[in-house]
Every structure is written in C-alpha cells, then in structure tokens.
C-alpha cells in the first residue's frame, strides 16, 4: 500500500525546535520529490518547503527561509523538514505529499501531488 505516514509535530514554546518526519511505504522514497504543506483553520493549503527527486533542488517559502531544512534518508525512506526559531505563525497542520513521478523540480502545486499524509499538528505557543 502506497502511503505516507508525518509525525515528530507537537506543542513547543516559540524559539524552540521539531523534526518532523514523513515515512514513505509501498514505493522508492528516492525517486520522488517530496513537499510539505500546512495548513491552519479557513486557509489554503499552502507550500512550505520541497526536496526534488535526486537531491538536487531544495525549496522553502519566504516565510520560513533560513529556519527550516528540509533533507531525506533513503535508507529509512524517510523525509524530514527539521524546524527552528519557531514562530507562533508556524502553528498549523504539516503535511508531507509525493510529487507525481512525471514531474520534475519541485512543483508548488497541489495538483502536481499525487500521495498526501494524514498530518501533523505543530503548535507554538508559551
């Protein structure tokens, strides 16, 4: 069964750290891009950070540029988006999506994504 599973989210205190993770089954985690995405109550879903298939392009939203790194172990097939300084405007839903395997880069849109996880909810609060 193709799926892919996040976790790693919970509360932390604004200035903290989370790893999220996204576990890939049923397929090569390698040969695909993998995105995250989040989302929070009555706004769009929207893209936060891109791992390209082969490593070669990374991507982040201007909103979390320089705190966010993105990176994957093929090994484990497994993708995670490790989050720093956070904000309390980083509170949301995390979701992890596989890009379509006929498109390349890192896409921004959630059509070009054909595998979603269920999500992780991050909260940022003191």
């Known amino acids: 069964q193709v799926q892919l599973v996040e976790s790693g989210g919970g509360l932390v205190q604004p200035g903290g750290s989370l790893r999220l993770s996204c576990a890939a089954s049923g397929f090569t985690l390698g040969n695909y891009g993998i995105s995250w995405f989040r989302q929070t109550p009555g706004k769009e879903r929207e893209g936060v950070s891109c791992?390209?298939?082969?490593?070669?392009?990374?991507s982040y939203a201007d909103s979390v540029k320089g705190r966010f790194i993105i990176s994957r172990d093929n090994a484990r097939n497994t993708v995670y988006l490790q989050m720093n300084s956070l904000k309390p405007e980083d509170t949301a839903v995390y979701y992890c999506?596989?890009?379509?395997?006929?498109?390349?880069?890192?896409?921004?849109?959630?059509?070009?994504?054909?595998?979603w996880g269920q999500g992780t909810q991050v909260a940022v609060s003191s």
């Open positions: 791992i390209a298939r082969g490593d070669a392009i990374t």
């Open positions: 999506a596989r890009v379509a395997r006929y498109i390349g880069g890192c896409p921004s849109t959630r059509t070009a994504h054909d595998v």
